[in-house]
């Protein structure tokens, strides 16, 4: 019996700590753009935690609008310098249309985005970059 109320607690702590996860949207109500500051924008929404989801939203390449992506850096150097070289794409020109590129945040690791649009210069000049540092959330008993 002891046994079984174990492993019922250790399931419900389980489903808890899971679904407390948020779903985040990237850049609020602006989406993800060239010209709106995402540094800012993760400060004042931090902190973000493990399994939370960061939503990109944008549009797809048109007449009107320029093309983004979302890209992880490889390290801090890189994304300081905007550095592409060894850019990881993880969402193309056209995942961010309809209900955007969902990612879900892994692991307690630093995390670097940026639009690896026009050769970087959406992440120089248009400051569309941002780091988090997922952190575990702590259950309230």
Partial sequence: MAM?????????????????????????????T???????WAIKNAPFYRNDTLVFMYDPPNSTTFPHSVSLMKNLRSFEACDLKKAKLVANVVQGGGAGFE???????????????????????????????????????
């Fill in 4 to 32: 079984r109320v174990g492993v019922v607690l250790l399931v419900l702590a389980f489903i808890s700590g899971t679904s407390l996860a948020a779903r985040i949207i990237v850049g609020d109500s602006a989406h993800w």
């Fill in 103 to 141: 990612f879900v945040l892994k692991g307690r690791k630093p995390h670097y985005f940026v639009c690896g649009e026009r050769g970087g210069i959406h992440c120089t000049v248009g400051l569309m970059k941002f780091s988090v540092l997922p952190v575990r959330r702590h259950c309230q008993a």
């Fill in 34 to 40: 060239f010209g709106y500051n995402y540094t800012d």
